[in-house]
């Protein structure tokens, strides 16, 4: 297949020049310049062994407007042109040639060696022409180290494929709500797999205050914070981050995972420890190894083992325990009274990362501690803007002032990172705004989270986890559940399986995420496909 597919790129590469036809959905829009230049529908058809094609509409380059052909349908080699540039046709729009897939259906070939002749087909997609200059590269010549490195990265992807732990990207072509498209999908897809807990990645307010934002302090800093970077909402959204949580101060990131890269090699020196949940996000995995302290690991949930832990270090200077407040596998739940009062007993400090519970979690969204009724008790939270705060990106910090002051003279994300962008910024403050304003998006997901759950156990399925939109439905197996989702994509059910090494080897399971833009409407739909397809796989 893979010959098949460079041959066929090498015919279509033929095409190429300065001029880019680029298939893409109806809606969409390329710009040169700041304007299109060129949209249309495109027929494609027998390609043998040059894709021969038509296309019966105008297409208007920079020079003025060229019809390539008209009626559609033309035979023999046709070289596709406009005026006297050629076009090159973007493979990448090519499901089944290339990275990724603009074209439903595109082109067929047969599986095997490279035939003397194509068939394919593509019809009438819609496409747009834009002028892009062109950079000729010379032909590099690949030093002996690099073909070493490919041939090692090559074995390393193939045992990736092998494992079948490959991932692929599943192109979205809406903005993301709970209804998306997709390419390689017919029609509107019922999304349950976003971390969209609020549904305000596209709401109507982030989108104007992100509007108004982009309009009013611009697109970007070109800067750090500390250098030129800092504008009045960055210390608006601190403040309100910081007030959010009840902390004395707040320190923004590019994202959560930068406040976890950032926090532990700052905080922990060689004289002080730090006993993390083995279950951490990878991203608290990642910042303690940067730090210089002594590092312990504690068994899953486990307080009898973090108590042996924080025994084992008990004349440490500082003592630091980390947790997940929920861990986003499972949709389970770190056990924050028992852990604070071991904290309590070794006069140990607490950090707890919220990504999954802050703006949701706990009766008004202010997370794990609101949820165990003990608002405060934490030392440092860490969280992101980038999930249930309106969805766009970054992270922070917040806790007490000579911490969040340490921070922005140490952390070092935030001394060599660009700040935040503006109307990502007015995003996370508008997300906040909404909510400490209103308690309805937060009953909503914590009402469909309850209707799915029960539906669903009432159904015959396990649901793992508590009660958060996190919900995982068990299977056990892996084959099965790549083959459950499959099938639930085809009934317009967009949710994804996870399997080992993410989750624990016969632990596979779907994780399906509640959303408070889901209506009750859409719940039952997906709980009528899980059974539907439950009872064929026999997993009910
Ligand atoms: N912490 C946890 C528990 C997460 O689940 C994630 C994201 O998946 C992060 C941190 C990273 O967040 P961000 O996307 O803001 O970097």
């Known amino acids: ?155 390393e992807l193939n045992s990736i494929q092998a494992a079948g732990t490959w991932k692929n990207e599943r192109i979205i072509t809406s903005m993301q709500g709970v209804t998306i498209t997709a390419e390689g999908s017919q029609g509107e897809l019922l999304n349950f797999c976003a971390n969209n807990y609020l549904g305000l990645s596209s709401h109507p307010e982030i989108i104007e205050a992100s509007q108004k934002a982009l309009k009013e302090f611009g697109a970007g800093l070109s800067s750090v914070r500390f250098i030129c970077g800092t504008q009045s909402l960055h210390k608006e959204l601190e403040s309100m981050v910081a007030q959010f ?16 890269a950032g926090l532990f090699e700052a905080l922990v020196t060689p004289d002080d420890a730090i006993i993390s949940d083995e279950l951490n ?72 990362d919220e990504a999954h519970a802050t703006g949701f979690f706990g009766r008004t969204g202010r997370g794990t501690e609101e949820f165990f009724n003990m608002l405060g008790k934490v030392d440092i939270i860490n969280s992101t803007l980038g999930k249930a705060l309106g969805g766009a990106s970054g992270g922070y910090t917040t806790g007490p002032s000579e911490v969040v002051q340490l921070l922005r003279q140490r952390g070092r ?79 317009g059910i967009y949710v994804i399986g996870f399997s080992y090494p993410v989750v624990p080897k016969g632990k596979a399971r779907i994780r399906v995420q509640l959303s408070a833009a889901h209506s009750p409407k859409d719940i039952d739909k997906a709980i009528t496909a899980f059974v539907d397809i439950g009872k064929q796989l026999s997993v009910i």
């Open 1 to 155: 297949m893979m010959t098949t597919r460079a041959c066929l790129t090498a015919h279509l590469l033929t095409y190429a020049n300065e001029n880019l036809l680029r298939f893409a959905r109806k809606d969409s829009k390329f710009a040169y310049e700041g304007r299109p230049v060129g949209s249309g529908l495109l027929g494609f058809w027998a390609c043998r062994p040059q894709p021969r094609w038509s296309c019966d509409h105008k297409i208007t380059s920079a020079s003025g407007s060229k019809q390539i052909r008209s009626p559609p349908r033309i035979g023999g080699r046709h070289s596709p042109s406009v005026g006297t540039t050629s076009i090159c046709v973007d493979l990448g729009a090519f499901p089944n040639y290339g990275s990724g897939g603009g074209v439903r259906g595109g082109l067929e070939a047969p599986q095997g060696p490279p035939p003397l002749s194509w068939v394919c087909y593509c019809k009438c997609y819609t496409f747009s022409v834009f002028l892009r200059p062109a950079i000729s590269f010379p032909i590099r010549h690949q030093s002996h180290a690099q073909s070493h490195l490919k041939q090692i990265l090559g074995e």
């Open 245 to 260: 949580h009840g902390r004395s101060d707040a320190i923004l990131y590019p994202s959560c995972f930068d406040a976890n």
């Open 413 to 491: 994300p935030y001394l060599f990172s660009n700040a935040l962008p503006p109307p990502v910024v007015a995003a996370g403050i508008k997300a906040l705004d909404i909510l400490m304003s209103s308690s309805k998006l937060l009953e909503a997901v914590m009402a469909n989270t309850r209707q799915f759950r029960d539906g669903m156990s009432k159904a015959g399925f396990t649901i793992g986890g508590e009660n958060h939109p996190i919900c995982p439905v068990m299977l056990g197996d892996a084959k099965l559940a790549n083959t459950f989702t499959d099938k639930m994509l085809k009934k």
């Open 281 to 352: 996000h990878a991203s608290i995995i990642d910042g303690i190894r940067l730090c210089k302290g002594k590092k312990l690991r504690y068994k899953h949930r486990d307080m009898v083992d973090l108590d042996l832990k924080l025994q084992e270090v008990k004349d440490a200077r500082l003592k630091f325990i980390v947790t997940d407040g929920v861990f986003s596998m499972d949709g389970n739940v770190a056990p924050l009274p028992d852990i604070c009062k071991l904290a309590e007993k070794y006069e140990a400090l607490t950090i707890v």
